[in-house]
Protein backbone atom coordinates (compact mmCIF):
# COMPACT_ATOMS: atom_id res chain seq x y z
CA UNK A 1 0.00 0.00 0.00
CA UNK A 2 1.21 3.68 -0.67
CA UNK A 3 2.33 5.11 2.38
CA UNK A 4 2.23 8.86 0.57
CA UNK A 5 -0.78 9.39 -1.46
CA UNK A 6 -1.51 12.76 -3.68
CA UNK A 7 -4.53 12.23 -5.68
CA UNK A 8 -4.26 15.27 -7.63
CA UNK A 9 -1.59 14.48 -10.76
CA UNK A 10 -2.17 18.23 -11.64
CA UNK A 11 -4.47 21.68 -10.71
CA UNK A 12 -4.96 24.57 -12.73
CA UNK A 13 -6.36 27.56 -10.22
CA UNK A 14 -7.17 31.32 -10.84
CA UNK A 15 -4.36 33.86 -9.44
CA UNK A 16 -5.35 35.12 -6.31
CA UNK A 17 -7.07 32.05 -5.70
CA UNK A 18 -6.67 29.80 -2.68
CA UNK A 19 -5.67 26.58 -3.19
CA UNK A 20 -5.45 23.20 -1.65
CA UNK A 21 -3.32 20.07 -2.41
CA UNK A 22 -4.54 16.98 -0.91
CA UNK A 23 -1.98 14.34 0.85
CA UNK A 24 -2.91 11.41 2.97
CA UNK A 25 -0.79 9.02 4.59
CA UNK A 26 -0.04 6.08 6.23
CA UNK A 27 1.54 4.63 8.67
CA UNK A 28 1.22 2.71 12.52
CA UNK A 29 4.19 4.67 13.91
CA UNK A 30 3.11 7.17 16.61
CA UNK A 31 5.29 9.51 15.92
CA UNK A 32 6.14 10.95 12.62
CA UNK A 33 6.58 13.94 10.59
CA UNK A 34 4.98 15.22 7.49
CA UNK A 35 7.01 18.03 5.12
CA UNK A 36 5.79 19.71 1.85
CA UNK A 37 8.01 21.00 -0.76
CA UNK A 38 7.80 23.00 -3.88
CA UNK A 39 9.97 21.82 -7.03
CA UNK A 40 9.64 25.13 -9.80
CA UNK A 41 10.93 24.18 -13.37
CA UNK A 42 14.53 25.13 -12.17
CA UNK A 43 14.38 21.61 -10.58
CA UNK A 44 15.46 22.55 -6.88
CA UNK A 45 13.14 21.11 -4.25
CA UNK A 46 12.07 24.14 -1.38
CA UNK A 47 10.83 23.04 2.16
CA UNK A 48 7.59 24.88 2.32
CA UNK A 49 6.21 23.66 5.79
CA UNK A 50 7.11 21.13 8.53
CA UNK A 51 3.99 19.15 10.97
CA UNK A 52 4.70 16.91 13.49
CA UNK A 53 2.37 14.24 15.05
CA UNK A 54 2.65 15.54 18.33
CA UNK A 55 1.92 18.83 17.06
CA UNK A 56 -1.55 19.89 18.36
CA UNK A 57 -2.05 23.03 15.80
CA UNK A 58 -1.63 23.33 12.67
CA UNK A 59 1.65 24.16 11.15
CA UNK A 60 1.30 27.73 9.18
CA UNK A 61 4.39 29.85 7.28
CA UNK A 62 3.31 32.66 5.66
CA UNK A 63 0.51 32.05 2.80
CA UNK A 64 1.44 28.30 3.33
CA UNK A 65 -0.67 26.33 6.18
CA UNK A 66 -1.33 22.92 6.56
CA UNK A 67 -4.68 21.11 7.38
CA UNK A 68 -3.66 18.62 9.53
CA UNK A 69 -6.24 15.95 10.13
CA UNK A 70 -4.72 13.25 12.39
CA UNK A 71 -7.79 11.20 12.75
CA UNK A 72 -7.97 10.99 8.66
CA UNK A 73 -4.74 10.81 8.26
CA UNK A 74 -4.38 13.73 5.88
CA UNK A 75 -2.32 16.60 5.78
CA UNK A 76 -3.56 18.88 3.19
CA UNK A 77 -1.50 21.99 2.07
CA UNK A 78 -3.20 25.12 1.32
CA UNK A 79 -2.00 28.19 -0.06
CA UNK A 80 -3.82 31.49 0.03
CA UNK A 81 -3.64 34.07 -2.49
CA UNK A 82 -1.94 32.07 -5.06
CA UNK A 83 0.72 33.89 -7.15
CA UNK A 84 1.98 32.90 -10.42
CA UNK A 85 5.26 31.94 -8.96
CA UNK A 86 3.33 29.52 -7.07
CA UNK A 87 3.14 27.18 -10.16
CA UNK A 88 5.35 24.32 -9.57
CA UNK A 89 5.24 20.70 -8.64
CA UNK A 90 3.99 20.03 -5.00
CA UNK A 91 5.68 17.10 -2.81
CA UNK A 92 4.26 15.60 -0.05
CA UNK A 93 6.72 13.56 2.30
CA UNK A 94 6.24 11.65 5.46
CA UNK A 95 9.19 10.67 8.12
CA UNK A 96 8.30 7.81 10.52
CA UNK A 97 10.39 7.94 13.54
CA UNK A 98 11.87 10.63 15.04
CA UNK A 99 15.65 9.75 13.75
CA UNK A 100 14.78 7.94 10.70
CA UNK A 101 16.73 9.46 7.55
CA UNK A 102 14.56 7.81 5.17
CA UNK A 103 11.75 10.06 3.85
CA UNK A 104 8.42 8.55 2.01
CA UNK A 105 7.53 10.64 -0.94
CA UNK A 106 4.09 11.12 -2.76
CA UNK A 107 4.30 11.24 -6.46
CA UNK A 108 3.13 15.25 -6.22
CA UNK A 109 0.80 17.57 -7.70
CA UNK A 110 1.57 20.09 -10.76
CA UNK A 111 0.39 23.24 -9.94
CA UNK A 112 -0.32 25.78 -12.73
CA UNK A 113 -1.51 29.48 -11.65
CA UNK A 114 -3.94 31.01 -14.15
CA UNK A 115 -3.80 34.79 -14.45
CA UNK B 1 26.44 31.80 -1.93
CA UNK B 2 23.77 29.46 -2.18
CA UNK B 3 23.21 26.65 0.35
CA UNK B 4 23.76 23.61 -1.76
CA UNK B 5 25.50 23.71 -4.61
CA UNK B 6 25.70 20.88 -7.55
CA UNK B 7 27.58 20.91 -10.52
CA UNK B 8 27.34 20.37 -13.25
CA UNK B 9 24.04 20.82 -14.17
CA UNK B 10 23.63 18.76 -16.91
CA UNK B 11 25.53 16.16 -18.17
CA UNK B 12 25.17 13.94 -21.74
CA UNK B 13 27.84 10.68 -20.85
CA UNK B 14 27.79 7.42 -22.82
CA UNK B 15 27.58 3.94 -21.44
CA UNK B 16 31.10 3.71 -20.99
CA UNK B 17 32.09 6.60 -19.48
CA UNK B 18 33.38 7.48 -16.24
CA UNK B 19 31.90 11.12 -14.69
CA UNK B 20 31.19 12.32 -11.02
CA UNK B 21 28.39 14.50 -9.70
CA UNK B 22 29.45 16.97 -6.88
CA UNK B 23 27.55 18.35 -4.01
CA UNK B 24 28.53 21.28 -1.71
CA UNK B 25 26.84 22.64 1.20
CA UNK B 26 27.38 26.03 3.16
CA UNK B 27 24.84 25.19 5.66
CA UNK B 28 27.43 23.60 8.24
CA UNK B 29 24.87 20.50 8.16
CA UNK B 30 25.64 17.12 9.13
CA UNK B 31 23.71 15.08 6.51
CA UNK B 32 24.17 14.73 3.33
CA UNK B 33 21.84 12.58 0.60
CA UNK B 34 21.95 11.23 -3.12
CA UNK B 35 18.28 11.26 -4.34
CA UNK B 36 17.37 10.30 -7.94
CA UNK B 37 14.05 11.97 -9.66
CA UNK B 38 12.37 9.60 -12.77
CA UNK B 39 9.45 10.85 -14.91
CA UNK B 40 6.41 9.90 -13.22
CA UNK B 41 8.12 7.92 -9.84
CA UNK B 42 8.69 9.41 -6.31
CA UNK B 43 11.85 10.25 -5.33
CA UNK B 44 14.15 7.31 -4.95
CA UNK B 45 16.43 8.37 -1.62
CA UNK B 46 20.20 6.61 -3.33
CA UNK B 47 22.94 7.19 -0.38
CA UNK B 48 22.87 9.05 3.55
CA UNK B 49 26.09 10.49 4.35
CA UNK B 50 26.05 11.22 8.24
CA UNK B 51 28.94 13.06 10.11
CA UNK B 52 31.02 11.57 7.12
CA UNK B 53 29.30 8.04 7.62
CA UNK B 54 27.40 6.44 4.89
CA UNK B 55 24.46 5.35 7.26
CA UNK B 56 21.88 3.74 4.19
CA UNK B 57 22.32 2.40 1.01
CA UNK B 58 19.31 1.82 -0.75
CA UNK B 59 19.96 -1.31 -2.99
CA UNK B 60 21.76 1.15 -5.62
CA UNK B 61 23.69 -0.94 -7.85
CA UNK B 62 27.45 -0.40 -7.92
CA UNK B 63 27.79 1.23 -10.97
CA UNK B 64 26.79 4.30 -8.74
CA UNK B 65 29.42 5.23 -6.01
CA UNK B 66 29.27 8.06 -3.67
CA UNK B 67 32.09 9.66 -1.61
CA UNK B 68 32.07 12.14 1.41
CA UNK B 69 35.23 13.75 1.95
CA UNK B 70 33.94 15.31 4.33
CA UNK B 71 30.85 17.53 5.90
CA UNK B 72 30.83 19.69 3.12
CA UNK B 73 31.21 17.77 0.19
CA UNK B 74 29.36 14.57 -1.69
CA UNK B 75 30.38 12.98 -4.83
CA UNK B 76 28.09 10.71 -6.83
CA UNK B 77 30.91 8.74 -9.27
CA UNK B 78 29.06 7.24 -12.58
CA UNK B 79 30.42 4.37 -14.18
CA UNK B 80 29.24 2.10 -17.36
CA UNK B 81 25.65 3.24 -16.76
CA UNK B 82 22.84 2.61 -18.73
CA UNK B 83 19.88 4.87 -20.17
CA UNK B 84 17.25 3.83 -17.66
CA UNK B 85 19.90 5.25 -15.23
CA UNK B 86 18.82 8.93 -17.12
CA UNK B 87 17.57 11.23 -14.55
CA UNK B 88 17.70 14.11 -12.47
CA UNK B 89 20.04 13.46 -9.56
CA UNK B 90 19.56 15.74 -6.32
CA UNK B 91 21.40 16.63 -3.03
CA UNK B 92 20.34 17.43 -0.15
CA UNK B 93 21.72 17.78 3.09
CA UNK B 94 20.28 18.47 6.55
CA UNK B 95 21.15 18.31 10.50
CA UNK B 96 21.02 15.07 12.04
CA UNK B 97 16.75 14.56 12.57
CA UNK B 98 15.90 13.62 15.84
CA UNK B 99 13.91 15.26 18.78
CA UNK B 100 15.43 18.52 18.43
CA UNK B 101 15.38 18.81 14.57
CA UNK B 102 12.92 17.63 12.45
CA UNK B 103 15.65 17.63 9.58
CA UNK B 104 13.95 19.21 6.94
CA UNK B 105 16.06 18.71 3.55
CA UNK B 106 17.87 21.47 1.81
CA UNK B 107 18.60 20.33 -1.75
CA UNK B 108 20.29 21.63 -4.93
CA UNK B 109 19.01 22.37 -8.10
CA UNK B 110 20.01 19.04 -9.67
CA UNK B 111 22.01 17.41 -11.83
CA UNK B 112 20.08 16.61 -15.30
CA UNK B 113 21.84 13.07 -16.37
CA UNK B 114 21.54 12.04 -19.59
CA UNK B 115 22.75 8.08 -20.51
CA UNK B 116 22.97 7.16 -24.42
Known amino acids: AQKITQTQPGMFVQEKEAVTLDCTYDTSDPSYGLFWYKQPSSGEMIFLIY????DQQNATEGRYSLNFQKARKSANLVISASQLGDSAMYFCAMREGDSNYQLIWGAGTKLIIKP | ETGVTQTPRHLVMGMTNKKSLKCEQHLGHNAMYWYKQSAKKPLELMFV???????ENNSVPSRFSPECPNSSHLFLHLHTLQPEDSALYLC???????????????FGEGSRLTVL
Open chain 2, 92 to 106: ASSFLPGLDDTGELF
Open chain 1, 51 to 54: QGSY
Open chain 2, 49 to 55: YSLEERV
